[in-house]
Structures are given as C-alpha cells and as structure tokens.
C-alpha cells in the first residue's frame, strides 16, 4: 500500500498513539487558528487509523483521539476554574479529567460501533456509517448530561463554502457534509483500502484489477469531493432572510476589565465609573448593550444608579440590554439576567441553559457544607423559565442569549419567529488570554448564520462583535481593549430552514441510513471479525 497507507502505524498498539496526535492537531481547525482543511485530514486520519483493527482497540485509539481534542482544546478550564474560580487544583485537574473522559467516550464509542458491526471497508462504512454515527453522536454530545456542544466539527467551517449548509440545516448539517468530505479524501488518498482484490484470482490478474479497482474509488472520491463543495457554494448564495424597516444605530460597550479585579469590593465604584463614561461614547446609538455581568453588584443593590442611566437614556433616544446579576427576594434566588430597559419600561431575561460548576453545583448538601469551610462559591445561580416573553428595544424584537447559551441553536429557535435581532452578552474575562474566547466568538457567527440575522456580541474584555446574516464580521474590538464599538445594524425577518425544522431532519436520517446499514449488514451477512 503506498502513499498514507505506507505511513500507517504497522502495530496496534502505536495506533492510539497517532490517533492522539490526530485529535489534538484537529484544534488547528477552530479559531483563532482556523484552518479549516485540518478538519477534514484529521477525522480521514482516524479512519484510516482504526480500519481493520477489532473493536476494543478501535475503541482506544477513538479515546485517544477524543482526549487529543480535548485535552489540548479545553485546556483554558485550568484558568477558569482555579486561577479565577479558587477551585483547588486537584478538585480543578478532577474535574477536567473527568470531562475529556467523558467527551473521549463519544470517539471511542464511534470507532467501536463502527468496527463491530461494519469492519469490512467498503463504501457502506466509509460514505453512510462513519458520517451518521459522526453527527448523531455529536448531537447525543449536545444535550446529554447538560451537554458540552464546544468543539463540534461544524464549527471549524465556518469560513469555508460548506458553511452555506448551515442555514438549511443547521450547524450538524455541517459536520455531516465534513465528516462526507474527510471520507470522500481518505477514499482518495487510500483507495486500496475499497478496492479489494478478488480473492481467487492470479497475482498478475489481482494486481491488474486492483489497480484499475483503486483508480475508479480515486476518481469516485474527487467527483464527490468537487460535487460536496460545489453544491455547498450554490447553496451558500441563498438569502433567507429580508429586511425589515431602516439600519439601526448600535453600540456594544466593552469594559475590559480583568476576572481577577472585576469582583473586588475596591474596584467596584471604579467600574461602575467606567462603564458610564464608556457609555458617553455611545450617545447617538438607538440601542446599546453592556456584557454579561457587566456591574459587579446585584441590581437590587443600586436603584438610582440604574434610574440615572435609565434617565439619562430617555433624554438620548437610546434603549438598553445590560447584562446583570438579579436577586428575588420573595424567592431567594439569584438569576443571570439581561436588563432591557426601553421608553415603555424594564423587562428581565434570564439565562435558561447554565454551566455546571459554574453557575451552578450539582453535588449533594454535605459537599456544600465543606465548600462554604473552603470559602468556595456556594450559591447557585437559577435558570430562567424556558418560556419567556420576547423583550423589545429599538423598535425590534429581541433573540437574546447569554455566554454559553448561544452553543444551543435548537434552544433558540422559538424566538426567531418574533426577533429581528440577536443579542448574546458574555464574560469571557474567566478564559483570560487563550483559545475560549476566540473559539466562542466562532460558536456565535454560527448562530448569526443559522438565524440569517444580525448579532450583536458584547463581552467583558472581548472579543465584542457585531456579526452579519451571513456569519460575517460586520465590526469588531480587539482583545483586552477599553472601547465602545458603534455600527449600524439590519433588522431581518424571516426563517431561515433550520429555524423551521431545528436539528430534527438531520438527526433523523442519520438514525435512518444507521438503520438502512445494518439492514445490508444483516442482508449480505454480517461483517467479518
């Protein structure tokens, strides 16, 4: 076998090895280094790793590939979670563990279904198995135990033509389309690999055939190849969406100010002081929105600061979306919550979809009681109803999110039938300087994508964007930056096609071509072990 083939490792055991080593060089494909081509060599790398090998250790090396992506891709949790979080380090190191294990038990999960129940290559497992088994774990990947939707493959092609598939059908349309890809390049660059000799035949005979049999899967793969991103690029040129009255006037503030010192008894006039000077920059915005948490104090805690603002924006013609922590006293919960304060008064939206360990600890009374002797964070935030009433500003009705929400696009669907425009506020400051930050920011131009609307982003100390219909930047702050970011905005109305049918047509033909491959598999036989 020549080309990849011959660089193949010739022993099992090393297999896991360059699996690792594929996982981990499968974050070059998200931001900041976006390179997208990576993500299709990588995923073509690991099924070229595990053919022929049986399922247990197929099962490893998807471990290995699954703790390469995010063990290296997650690895800003640290920052979070000790340095700004006062996580102790051996509960912080616990905890990670434990999520790439289990984020590697999806690959690995993969890798075995694929090698027990269709070992044989062939196109049935390299252009219907692995693709579907792809996406539909990654799906169960997104919702399961809270889930962890971070480092789905369709992200990573966002600036690439397949990304026109995400308005159609969403972001696990993508990931199809890409795992199709990696197959279609694996077919090219080992054709050997489907083109199996006949095995009666003479070695002259046998090589002949499998010459021309290897030539024909080569040239199958590159049609395919070409008709993938040709049909991606025609599909990207669609407009979903329409306009809906004039350009707006937006400003996104972004205070830049540091985890560590943001929460600081001494520093809180100062940033209170801050974002009201920023704010003076602003004037002239008909709409303008301050980060998640953007005050560090509860809102209950300063009601003429908030009667001032809200005063002195009357006075400008601007509205307000300032993200903020809210406490009910007649319920004693504390909700993350977006202040909308416009002419016809104050509406609330609380985040609905919360991090684990974060915002909230899911762990029995007796851990609580040593975490308040720890000084650790023992107050839950609550989420929010999962119905809530679509607030307004500027004239425009409003998708909002808040941080981590926005890697849920199933979850905003609802509101898209109403809101002309997206709003999601964030507080990367708790990733300080790494990928997080850059890697969301790549999550957010998604959902503007698959909403066929403008979003508005404004985080902490970056990275503030206002993002087109198209997933495009329509203006951004850099990193770390104190600055107040100014454009105009086009409300759109409209749905695009995954903001009709959600998730729900791709995951069920994935389930439908799993399920159309084992009936061939029980047709024809079985594989062979």
């Known amino acids: 076998m020549r080309g990849l083939g011959a660089a193949l490792p010739r022993h099992a055991a090393s297999r896991p090895v360059a699996a690792f080593a594929a996982g981990a060089a499968l974050n070059l494909a998200f931001a900041p280094v976006s390179w997208w081509p990576v993500g299709l060599i990588a995923p073509a790398a690991l099924f070229a790793l595990i053919r022929g090998l049986p399922p247990r250790r197929a099962a490893w090396a998807g471990a290995a590939f699954g703790v390469g992506l995010f063990a290296v891709g997650t690895y800003w949790l640290y920052t979070c979670l000790h340095i700004f979080g006062l996580v102790p380090v051996w509960l912080t190191v616990l905890l990670q563990a434990a999520l790439v294990a289990i984020m590697a038990a999806y690959s690995a999960a993969l890798c075995f279904v694929a090698n027990r129940f269709w070992l044989d290559p062939g196109f049935t497992r390299e252009w219907l198995v692995l693709p579907a088994l792809w996406v539909v774990l990654e799906w169960l990947r997104g919702w399961a135990f809270s889930g962890f939707p971070w480092l789905s493959l369709g992200y990573a092609f966002i600036d690439s033509p397949l990304a026109g598939w995400a308005p159609v059908l969403g972001v696990y349309a993508v990931t199809w389309i890409a795992v199709l890809a990696a197959s279609g390049l694996g077919a090219f660059v080992m054709p050997g690999a489907l083109a199996a000799r006949p095995p009666s035949a003479s070695p002259p005979i046998a090589a002949r055939t499998a010459a021309v049999r290897s030539a024909a899967v080569r040239a199958i793969a590159l049609a395919a190849l070409a008709a993938v991103f040709v049909a991606s690029g025609l599909v990207g040129r669609r407009q979903w969406t329409r306009p809906t009255g004039a350009r707006i006037p937006i400003a996104a503030v972004q205070g830049a100010i540091s985890q560590d010192r943001k929460w600081q008894i001494d520093n809180r006039d100062a940033t209170m002081a801050r974002y009201s000077t920023l704010t003076d920059q602003a004037w002239g915005a008909r709409l303008i929105v301050w980060p ?36 009910e006293p007649a319920t004693s919960r504390y909700f993350n919550g977006l202040l909308v304060m416009n002419e016809d008064g104050d509406g609330w939206y609380y985040k609905r979809h919360l991090v684990p360990f ?172």
């Open 358 to 529: 974060g915002e909230y600890f899911p762990v029995p009374p007796f851990v609580r009681s040593w975490m308040r002797l720890m000084s650790l964070p023992y107050d839950d935030i609550s989420a929010g109803s999962e119905h809530q009433p679509v607030l307004r500003a500027a004239g425009q009705s409003l998708g909002l999110t808040i941080c981590y929400e926005d890697a849920f696009g199933s979850s905003q669907l609802d509101v898209l039938r109403d809101a002309t425009l997206l709003i999601n506020v964030t507080n990367n400051a708790w990733y300080g300087d790494s990928t997080a930050p850059h890697q969301h920011l790549q999550i957010a131009r998604m959902r503007a994508l698959e909403a066929g609307r403008f979003l508005i982003r404004a985080a902490n100390d970056g990275i503030t964007a206002v993002i087109g219909p198209h997933g495009e930047f329509a203006a951004k702050l850099p990193q770390f930056k104190e600055a107040v970011l100014r454009t105009e905005v086009q409300p759109l109305t409209g749905l695009t096609p995954y903001a009709r049918v959600g998730n729900y047509p791709v995951v069920g033909a994935a389930l439908g071509l799993l399920a159309l491959a084992s009936r061939r598999r029980r047709v024809d036989g079985g594989a062979s072990h």
């Open 292 to 327: 998640e948490s953007a005050l560090p104090v509860l809102a209950n805690d300063i009601p003429d600061y908030l009667q001032n603002l809200r005063a002195t924006a009357r006075a400008h013609d601007a509205d307000f979306a300032i993200g903020m922590v809210n406490y």
